[in-house]
Every structure is written in structure tokens, then in C-alpha cells.
């Protein structure tokens, strides 16, 4: 991977009269990277994809492809494959009929084309499947035909959309290995669709997670989990998500928040530990509790004021209906505006928030002003 940018959306939009698919996207995929387009349903990622495909035209804004103005190409002079959730195979045609069969239509000699095929067979785990219909092949090995296609047209930019929808759990897993593994050997430019969270952060370079036509927050995936820029993308961003409180359940215990009506807290499963009596920050009722081998998750319910998630190591025996007291590092929490969502600078130092006031007054600055937000 390369920052040169090797797919650049500038100021990209696109409606259907009422319908916003995206809103003024500016997005550069470096050379080589694995990009996923993250988000709810509907929320403008498809649409993304399909203008950089050329299947659709934006309204305004300009697309660039390795430098090119690609806004007006045809697909095909894009130099792109696509992968799609529906494999999109021809039924009739064999397994290495299915492979070639846009090389044939480019008119590619067929020594060449069958060099290209045994190429791919061999990338995708897929020899001694030649002779097969796609009928008679398990939804992994579709998808990796479909996937050969890709690789026999030899485009150093590949576009997938959901393309492991169809599949079980186990073997989404492992097809997401060898679709990364494949990515890597060829040093492709993948831009990949998903709404699953998991997926996105397990397989990208790069995260892009997008909200209503537009781009919510972008990065690494460690990027992301660890500094989300808003509360949208704490709560989407991690399994199990943020758990974000308002911060009145807090500052009502603590009295550390100058203004708690008007911030969010969150805090990770992982930052949040067991504490006794007298080092509890605050307390909750068990709501449930998932045993998982290595760890437990438990969901505690804040009295009128949500639930938190704690995640604890092995097994936690707590029964549903307890009472329990629960601590953690003002490092960790996370804080939000409660109106915006936007990240608000962090609390490393609690005391700092009211630093300024009179002892038991609480100090009328803004969230953050004091504190230092932690790296
Ligand atoms: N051809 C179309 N005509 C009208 N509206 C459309 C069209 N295509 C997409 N939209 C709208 O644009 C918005 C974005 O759609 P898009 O398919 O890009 O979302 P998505 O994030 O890919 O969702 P999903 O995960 O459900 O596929 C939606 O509100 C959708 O209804």
C-alpha cells in the first residue's frame, strides 16, 4: 500500500429527486489498500461503489481513477472488476466458462487466457472445479469463482459489495482470510460494502463509515475503536458496541461533570472492572451475563440511565438481579456532546473539571476546557 490516492471522490453527489444516495463525498482509497465503505442500511454505500463503477452518474463533483478524470467513463474504461452479493454467475456456463468469460469478450488471445484461468483456479482454491455448473457448487466455492473472475481480468481495481452476505458464519470467515490474502498477493486497490462491523474492521486498511450520504468518520480500524469521532461511531464501531450513558448517570454519583446534561459518556466493555464498596464509581443491577470461555460480558442496568457492558476475564458467576458496584479509568471514558454527538476532548484528570469552583460547587466551564485529551 501507497498514499499515493489511487480512487479520489471529489465533492461527489447524487440524488433521485427526494432520495439522497450521497452528499458532497469526498474520499481518496490509497494505492493498494483494502478500503471498506462501512454503515447502516441506506446510508449511501452501494451508491458509492456504483458511481465509482460507472454504473451510475453523479450529479456533480468529479471522480478520479490513478490520476484520470473517470467522472464520465463508461465501466468498462475504468479498468475495474466487480464481486458482487449475488455472484452474478452465468448458470449454464461451466466453472472456467464462468472465469474467462469477460477475457473472451475482450477479445484476449487464448493462450493468454488460459495461462490467466490456471492462475486463478490455483489463487482461489478452485482446481479440479473447471468442468462443474455453478448449481453444483456450495455458495463458498461461488463466491470464489466469482472472486477468480476478478482475478483473471487482471484490473488493479476491484469493487465488492456485500459479497458475503450469502454465506454461513464459519465460512464468512474464512472466505474474508482468503479474500485479504488474495489482495494482498495481487496488490490490489480493493473498495468493499458492508454493513458488518466485524468485517469491516477485521479486513480493512482503511474504514470508511458513512451516515445519511455522508462520511461519519474515516481510518484505521484501530483509529476508529480507539478516538470515534462521534457517538454514532462509537456505538457502530466495536462488538460490543460503546456503551454510552448519559452523563447525568454519572456526574450524579460523582459530581466530576460541570455541565452533565449536555454531555455523553462512553466507556468500553474492556475499561469497565468489578469494584467494591468503597472504589465503586457507580452501581448496577445484573440485567444478563454471556459466559464465552475466555471472557464473560456483563450487562448492568443503571437505574433509569441505560445499560453498561462490562466485559470480564473467564468466568464471572453474577446472577441476574444483583446489585453490583462498577470502576474504571478516567483515561478511558470517552465524551461526546449530547447534542451533536461530536467527540469532546477527554477527562484524564477529573479533579481538573472543577478545579476552578469552590469546594461542593460545580464548575460552570465547558466539558473538556480543563482537561488534556489523552492520546
Ligand atoms: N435508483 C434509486 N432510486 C431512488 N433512490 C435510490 C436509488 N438507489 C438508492 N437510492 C436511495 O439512496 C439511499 C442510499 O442507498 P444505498 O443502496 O447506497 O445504501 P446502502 O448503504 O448500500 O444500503 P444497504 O446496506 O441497505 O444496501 C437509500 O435511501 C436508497 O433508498
Known amino acids: 500500500m501507497t498514499d499515493t490516492p489511487f480512487v479520489q471522490l471529489q465533492g461527489i453527489s447524487k440524488h433521485w429527486g427526494a432520495s439522497l444516495g450521497v452528499d458532497n463525498l469526498d474520499l481518496s482509497v490509497p494505492r493498494g489498500a483494502f478500503v ?38 463508461s465501466p468498462a474504461e475504468r479498468s475495474l ?11 449454464h456456463l461451466s466453472v472456467a466458462e464462468n472465469i474467462v ?36 457448487l456450495s455458495g463458498g466455492q461461488r463466491q470464489r469463482v466469482a472472486l477468480a473472475r476478478a482475478v483473471v ?34 496488490a490490489m486497490t480493493v473498495i468493499y460494502v458492508t454493513h458488518d462491523q ?20 474515516s481510518g484505521s480500524p484501530a483509529a476508529l475503536y480507539k478516538r470515534p469521532a462521534t457517538s454514532f461511531a462509537a456505538n457502530f464501531v466495536g462488538s460490543p458496541p460503546m456503551s454510552l450513558l448519559p452523563g447525568t448517570a454519572v ?7 460541570p455541565d452533565p446534561e ?20 457507580v452501581h448496577g443491577s445484573v440485567r444478563q451475563s454471556e459466559f464465552l470461555g475466555a471472557e464473560t460480558f456483563v450487562v448492568l442496568e443503571m437505574p433509569g440511565e441505560g445499560t453498561l457492558t462490562a466485559r470480564l476475564a473467564g468466568e464471572v458467576d453474577l446472577s441476574p438481579g444483583s446489585s453490583v458496584g462498577l470502576a474504571w ?35 460552570s466551564t465547558a466539558p473538556g476546557s480543563c482537561a488534556a485529551e489523552q492520546e
Open 81 to 91: 472488476s466487480m464481486v458482487f452479493q449475488s455472484y452474478a454467475l452465468f448458470p
Open 262 to 281: 449536555a454531555v455523553t459518556i462512553g466507556l468500553r466493555a474492556e475499561s469497565v472492572r468489578l469494584a467494591g464498596t468503597h472504589d465503586a464509581i
Open 251 to 257: 456526574a450524579a454519583v460523582t459530581g466530576h461533570f
Open 329 to 363: 479509568d478516567w483515561a478511558d471514558v470517552h465524551l461526546f456532546d449530547r447534542e451533536s454527538g461530536n467527540r469532546l476532548p477527554g477527562l484524564s484528570d477529573p479533579a481538573a473539571w472543577n478545579k476552578s469552583a469552590p469546594s461542593g460547587e460545580v464548575a
Open 198 to 217: 466485524t468485517e469491516a474492521m477485521t479486513m480493512a486498511d482503511m474504514v470508511v463509515l458513512m451516515k445519511n450520504g455522508r462520511i461519519e468518520q
Open 36 to 73: 471498506v465503505l462501512l454503515g447502516p442500511s441506506g446510508c449511501g454505500k452501494s451508491t458509492t461503489l456504483r458511481l465509482i463503477a460507472g454504473l451510475e452518474e453523479a450529479d456533480s463533483g468529479r471522480i478520479l481513477i490513478d490520476g484520470r478524470d473517470a467522472t464520465y467513463a
Open 101 to 136: 468469460f469477460g477475457l473472451k469478450v475482450r477479445k484476449i488471445a487464448r493462450d493468454d487466457r488460459d495461462a490467466r484461468l490456471k492462475r486463478a483456479l490455483a489463487l482461489t482454491g478452485l482446481e479440479g472445479y473447471e468442468d462443474r455448473k455453478p448449481g453444483e
Open 153 to 186: 481480468a487482471d484490473h488493479p481495481l476491484c469493487l465488492m459489495d456485500e459479497p458475503l452476505s450469502n454465506l454461513d458464519a464459519k465460512l464468512r470467515h474464512s472466505v474474508r482470510q482468503e479474500i485479504r490474502a488474495l489482495q494482498r498477493r495481487l
